[in-house]
């Protein structure tokens, strides 16, 4: 089992859709959680951080399930713009470091 | 804040050149930095983690002597690709942490390199 799975999609949604993604991770010793997104040929750029108790940023809205070991990302009203690739990324403590590990990314089009 | 800036953008290269890639974090002090790679609609792949002033950890498979990694101050890690070959030929994107260990990294804005 991979360290951290997504489903690659891609999720194919209408303007103005809400769309969820979700991300399991396997090592229940991780300690932090991130979204991030990336554009075609792009580097990745930070969206948010997944807080405990979830956490919402504008149409975002990004949730951790340490139970089930999953982190959730929820997008309101859907823009064009949001095209992408969402990466879940979650640091694993190792001997007083933190090593990040990606998932595979979901790829998201938004069509008008 | 937490900008990185990676240099060179593109390179393109004969087969047994070394390539040396630059990592700066511009307005905050990395103590570690993080070098990836991605293939086309691949996922990014961990290759190494640098740390300010010890020697870099390299992930599993990933060929120390072929991959050098130097972080000698707080705001700079260098990756060389040496004697590169068309199999090395990929999009290397670095990346540095703010504060503590449990923040998110940042990203630069990735090299792409093409090896003929």
């Known amino acids: 089992r991979k360290e951290v799975e997504q489903d690659p999609g891609p999720f194919n949604v209408p303007e103005g859709a809400t769309v969820a993604f979700n991300c399991t991770y396997s090592n229940s010793a991780s300690q932090s959680f991130f979204w991030y997104r990336q554009d075609c040929r792009k580097e990745p750029k930070l969206l948010m951080s997944?807080?405990?108790s979830g956490n919402e940023d504008g149409r975002f809205t990004a949730q951790l399930n340490r139970a089930s070991q999953y982190i959730s990302l929820l997008i309101r009203d859907s823009k064009l713009s949001d095209s992408a690739t969402y990466l879940c990324v979650v640091n694993r403590g190792t001997g007083g470091s933190y090593i990040p590990t990606f998932g595979r990314g979901t790829s998201l089009i938004v069509h008008p | 804040g937490a900008v990185v800036s990676q240099h060179p953008s593109r390179v393109i290269c004969k087969s047994g050149t070394s390539v040396k890639i630059e990592c700066r974090s511009l307005?905050?002090?990395?103590?570690?930095m993080f070098w990836y790679r991605q293939f086309p609609k691949q996922s990014l792949m961990l290759m190494a983690t640098?740390?300010?002033?010890?020697?870099?950890?390299?992930e599993q498979g990933v060929e120390k002597d072929k991959f050098l990694i130097n972080h000698a101050s707080l705001t700079l890690s260098t990756l060389t690709v040496t004697s590169a070959h068309p199999e090395d030929s990929s999009f290397y994107i670095c990346s540095a942490r703010v504060g503590a260990s449990n923040q998110p990294q940042h990203f630069g804005d990735g090299t792409r390199l093409s090896i003929l």
């Open positions: 997944v807080y405990s």
């Open positions: 640098s740390n300010e002033g010890s020697k870099a950890t390299y």
């Open positions: 307005d905050f002090q990395a103590t570690t």
